[in-house]
């Protein structure tokens, strides 16, 4: 199982920016696609981006679409999410997951066997 590690979170206005990192400890993300998911107090997992591994196809949520940004920095052997214009509703802690794939605009589902990281808080005031 790769073990992923989510960082950049932090306490951010409405209307600020953050941009959030996923980073692999042991074999790198760089051949899988991926995926950004957030879970909100009392509310179960929603996915809210997804990559391809080749950075060139992307999935964003609704509620995202025009403000968030997926990327991959190959380089790091990271996956980003900058965050723009943030909204109270996006607060959640931020979780970064291994998806089966995004083809045709749709982002698959993740290895169930795999389990969630620590993530990275989000915080946005009004």
């Known amino acids: 199982q790769v073990q992923l590690v989510e960082s950049g979170g932090g306490l951010v206005q409405a209307g600020g920016s953050l941009r959030l990192s996923c980073a692999a400890s042991?074999?790198?993300?760089?051949?899988?696609?991926m995926g950004w998911f957030r879970q909100a107090p009392g509310k179960d997992h929603e996915e809210v981006s997804c990559v391809n591994s080749g950075g060139d196809e992307t999935t964003y949520s609704r509620s995202v679409k025009g403000r968030f940004t997926i990327g991959r920095d190959v380089a790091d052997h990271t996956v980003y999410l900058q965050m723009d214009d943030l909204k109270p509703e996006d607060t959640g802690v931020y979780y970064c997951s291994r998806v089966y794939y995004v083809q045709h605009g749709s982002c698959g589902t993740r290895p169930m066997s795999e389990s969630w990281g620590r993530g990275t808080q989000v915080t946005v005031s009004s």
């Open positions: 042991g074999p790198t993300i760089s051949s899988y696609a």
